[in-house]
């Protein structure tokens, strides 16, 4: 049999060149057309500044952050399968999960792990950007997107937090939400909020929780917000921060 | 010392171990390449040379397929195989179900909130728990606005931007990272301080009377009006008196950086300073002079 014939007879019919718009061959067009013609590789320039894949330059922390954000995106689907958000099965699911699921610990653990290392990754990333003055003029905006993201992502960490229904859970964000009580004008024990008629019953806190205590709606808020409606957000932001990344003229470089 | 390790190899304090060795490495390696970079320039360099020093030779500019793409590629294999090492030896922990009966003491917010919580100690929840965390967030995204120095733009340099660098690395790892640490490894029952080799000792006490600003400098009760409007002055001066000093000298309204800054900037830049150095000047007076709040009112204290 004629592999070379084959190749040709496969590679130039019509489902082929459907799918795939240009040939393999390693040559500068090609490379070129690799990162044109492919939806995820045209995030991308054709061509970067070469300090751009030195590690020393860029720590790579904005890249682990987006892939870690896609490992939290794709562990966390799947840990959605096994849990419900209710007061009633919360806790058993994760118990579930940890004995009686397949890979349910491992799963978990890189869930969590990811989580820590997506807050240390932001970090890191807003420090390097620091460092070289990446935010300078035409970056400015970016940078604010940044800092958003950057909130962002310890706000989905702090809603995951609670999830597990256990004592650590709870007690982080009894003692994180009790914070907004103290808002002023809103809180109930803020300045001015019993001016405004702020009780326990009435206040931003109680927005937050869906109640006066860290209990079942405070559950069901947190999952919402931690897996449908913060993650939404953030995805819009970092479509913003990459597109504005190429338009502001790519990685920043000395001029 | 013993519990000390146990601590520290909590599974969830193992992130903040880490993030603490990667921050003084990072630290490093920018400070590494800024010198390297200031003694290049120093030497005479344009900018370009000194921080292509290293290229001479290659081309500027190189394909993303396949270099980047190759770089990516291996990062998120790296990545994974250290998450998945990660996952298999330690287990995320999970205590008891949840009980509003029973507090744990210490009762900690998430580590990230840490250096927050760890600011109650010296301000009012509405301040450490809301305003500062505010004005963290806005003053970080004022910064492009605010600092306006052309230069270190792309690169890594000391001697062009000191002032924007020792602010930033004073509040990153100082009020931050430093915070974090101290409330998770320090901090223990009734939040009190413990050193490495002290035990966790739920049972401990500690004598300390804190007294407010009017009483311990002027002998006024803080709860007067006498004492009010002395609060008041201590706090309402504050500001000015890191923000004026400055403006009044001549050589200073005339320099480069002030003309170029304008006086609505420099204002901004200021109160945000002010607000900022606030953090520790409150810090010191609790811990050395045992001061309370400076400012008492019917309504909140500062």
């Not at chain 1, 400015?140 to 962002?152: I, K, S």
């Not at chain 2, 190189?62 to 990516?72: G, I, N, T, Y």
């Amino acid at each position: 049999m004629d592999v070379d014939a084959l190749k040709k007879e496969v590679t130039t019919s019509q489902l082929w060149r459907s799918v795939m718009r240009h040939d393999l061959e390693d040559n500068p067009r090609t490379r070129v057309l690799k990162v044109m013609s492919n939806l995820f590789m045209h995030l991308h320039p054709v061509r970067i500044p070469r300090f751009g894949l030195y590690l020393k330059h860029t720590w790579c922390m904005g890249g682990i952050t987006f892939f870690l954000f896609l490992v939290l995106t794709v562990t966390g689907t799947l840990l959605m399968f096994y849990y419900h958000p209710v007061k009633e099965a919360a806790y058993a699911d994760i118990k579930y999960l940890e004995f009686d699921v397949p890979f349910g610990m491992l799963l978990r653990n890189m869930h969590r792990w990811a989580a820590h290392a997506m807050v240390i990754s932001v970090w890191l990333h807003m420090y390097r950007v620091f460092m070289t003055g990446s935010y300078k003029p035409p970056r400015e905006f970016n940078w604010v997107v940044g800092v958003l993201l950057l909130t962002l992502t310890m706000l989905l960490s702090f809603t995951g937090y609670l999830l597990t229904d256990d004592q650590l859970g709870f007690w982080a964000v009894t003692v994180g939400t009790n914070m907004a009580r103290a808002t002023p004008l809103l809180g109930h024990e803020g300045p001015f909020g019993d001016k405004l008629g702020m009780t326990p019953y009435n206040d931003i806190r109680f927005a937050m929780l869906g109640g006066s205590q860290v209990a079942g709606n405070a559950l069901l808020r947190a999952y919402i917000w931690h897996c449908i409606a913060l993650p939404l957000i953030v995805a819009v932001f970092i479509s913003i921060h990459f597109w504005r990344v190429r338009k502001d003229g790519g990685i920043s470089a000395p001029q | 010392m013993h519990q000390f390790w146990e601590i520290i190899s909590k599974a969830d304090n193992v992130p903040i171990v880490i993030m603490l060795v990667l921050v003084c490495f990072f630290t490093w390696l920018s400070f590494r390449e800024a010198l390297k970079y200031d003694r290049a320039r120093a030497e005479g360099k344009t900018v370009k040379q000194a921080v292509y020093a290293e290229e001479a030779g290659f081309p500027e500019r190189v394909a993303v397929w396949p270099h980047l793409v190759r770089q990516e590629f291996l990062v998120a294999i790296g990545v994974t195989i250290f998450l998945m090492l990660w996952s298999i030896a330690l287990d995320a922990p999970l205590e008891e179900l949840a009980n509003p009966n029973v507090t744990p003491n210490p009762s900690k917010a998430p580590w990230y909130f840490l250096g927050l919580q760890e600011l109650l100690v010296y301000f009012d929840p509405w301040i450490a728990g809301v305003m500062l965390p505010n004005v963290i967030v806005v003053g970080l995204m004022a910064i492009p606005y605010i600092d306006i120095n052309p230069k270190g733009s792309g690169y890594y340099t000391l001697r062009e931007r000191p002032l924007a660098i020792s602010i930033f690395l004073f509040g990153f790892l100082f009020l931050w990272v430093l915070m974090v640490c101290i409330g998770t490894f320090a901090r223990g029952p009734g939040w009190l301080w413990f050193w490495p080799w002290q035990h966790w000792d739920v049972h401990r006490v500690v004598a300390e009377t804190n007294i407010d600003f009017s009483d311990k400098f002027f002998g006024v009760d803080s709860a007067s009006p006498m004492g009010f409007w002395i609060g008041l002055a201590a706090v309402a001066l504050w500001f000015p008196a890191v923000m004026f000093p400055p403006l009044l000298l001549p050589s200073f309204r005339r320099s480069e950086f002030f003309q170029r800054l304008g006086i609505v900037r420099y204002l901004v830049f200021a109160s945000l300073l002010a607000t900022m150095l606030a953090t520790p000047v409150k810090m010191i007076l609790r811990i050395f002079l045992h001061v309370k709040y400076i400012w008492v009112t019917e309504w909140f204290n500062v």
